[in-house]
């Protein structure tokens, strides 16, 4: 079973930018998806991102425009560039893939945006 490594969290000022990796310890060519998702306190865990093996990328509505998100199969790597943040994206981010059989989630990484 795959295991998720993130990095590149911190803290920002609002306007900033961060990118966020994750890595896996299984070979990306063999996950169909990798995803970022999010949890701010005291609300739920939501999908920020997500991407294919294919190529098809979904991103939330209130991330559009400003985050993309990205995977390097030969370095079994998936980034998140997060930019011009707000004080409404501080929160935990966390790494996931999921497929048949399996669900497996980062230790999850800290964004704080300061204003």
Do not use: H
């Amino acid at each position: 079973q795959a295991q998720l490594v993130e990095s590149g969290g911190g803290l920002v000022q609002a306007g900033g930018s961060l990118r966020l990796s994750c890595t896996s310890s299984e070979n990306m060519f063999e996950l169909n998806v990798m995803a970022w998702y999010r949890q701010a306190p005291g609300k739920q865990r939501e999908l920020v991102a997500s991407v294919f093996i294919g190529g098809q990328i979904n991103y939330a509505d209130s991330v559009k425009g400003r985050f993309t998100i990205s995977r390097n199969n030969v370095k079994n790597t998936v980034y998140l560039q997060v930019n011009s943040l707000k004080p409404e994206d501080t929160a935990v981010y966390y790494c996931n893939t999921a497929g048949r059989g399996y669900d497996v989630w980062g230790q999850g990484i800290q964004v704080i945006v300061s204003s």
